[in-house]
T-cell receptor, first 112, second 114 residues
Framework: KAGVTQTPRYLIKTRGQQVTLSCSPISGHRSVSWYQQTPGQGLQFLFEYFSETQRNKGNFPGRFSGRQFSNSRSEMNVSTLELGDSALYLC???FGLGYEAFFGQGTRLTVV | AQSVTQLDSHVSVSEGTPVLLRCNYSSSYSPSLFWYVQHPNKGLQLLLKYTSAATLVKGINGFEAEFKKSETSFHLTKPSAHMSDAAEYFCVVSDLRGNEKLTFGTGTRLTIIP
């Protein structure tokens, strides 16, 4: 079956712009989580959605937001981009509690 | 609260020798524990998981891990390293309270010496 699909794979944006990243989970998975990975901070949890509801949120500023649609696809948005937002953004999907998460290839965002 | 500590940021072993990547966890509830592997410029792939069944868990590519509650450890092992095992490995904890948040360790970079 198809895995988790993230688009785009690579993105270059300018400071102050906004960006939207997309994640299509594995069919049947209702939980989608987002993570930011940087060399300095490692993997950090952004937020998690289950059936269109945000259940958990990490410690990121309000510039980072997300949503989930009725088909479980999810988007995350970052407004007013800063240089420090340059990172690999990973999306993971799962059936829910206690199940393993399957990760997409990630979107590499570079802010210049 | 939950946390995970990977005791080594970098491990180097010779090809054909055993691999040991150490992980200690902290969780207020019965945890689920996972090991993920990340090859360069790739997403994370699940190696194995522990969810309160057998304490010795076998995963893909010959890896296994043992859950030791008394030591709060979940170390990853492999009897014989292969060049393709070179990657970053993450130990991950998730409690079972309905919180889907995965807490990642800082990662261990495994280098295989030919």
């Amino acid at each position: 079956k198809a895995g988790v699909t993230q688009t785009p794979r690579y993105l270059i944006k300018t400071r102050g712009q906004q960006v939207t990243l997309s994640c299509s989970p594995i069919s049947g998975h209702r939980s989608v989580s987002w993570y930011q990975q940087t060399p300095g901070q490692g993997l950090q949890f952004l937020f998690e959605y289950f059936s269109e509801t945000q259940r958990n949120k990490g410690n990121f500023p309000g510039r980072f937001s997300g949503r989930q649609f009725s088909n479980s696809r999810s988007e995350m948005n970052v407004s007013t981009l800063e240089l420090g937002d340059s990172a690999l953004y990973l999306c993971a999907s799962s059936f829910g509690l206690g199940y393993e998460a399957f990760f997409g290839q990630g979107t590499r965002l570079t802010v210049v | 609260a939950q946390s995970v500590t990977q005791l080594d940021s970098h491990v180097s072993v010779s090809e054909g020798t055993p691999v040991l990547l150490r992980c200690n966890y902290s969780s207020s509830y019965s945890p689920s524990l996972f090991w993920y592997v990340q090859h360069p410029n790739k997403g994370l792939q699940l190696l194995l998981k522990y969810t309160s069944a057998a304490t010795l868990v076998k995963g893909i590519n010959g890896f296994e891990a043992e859950f030791k509650k008394s030591e709060t450890s979940f170390h990853l092992t492999k009897p014989s390293a292969h060049m393709s095992d070179a990657a970053e490995y993450f130990c991950v904890v998730s409690d079972l309270r309905g919180n889907e948040k995965l807490t990642f360790g800082t990662g261990t970079r495994l280098t295989i010496i030919p």
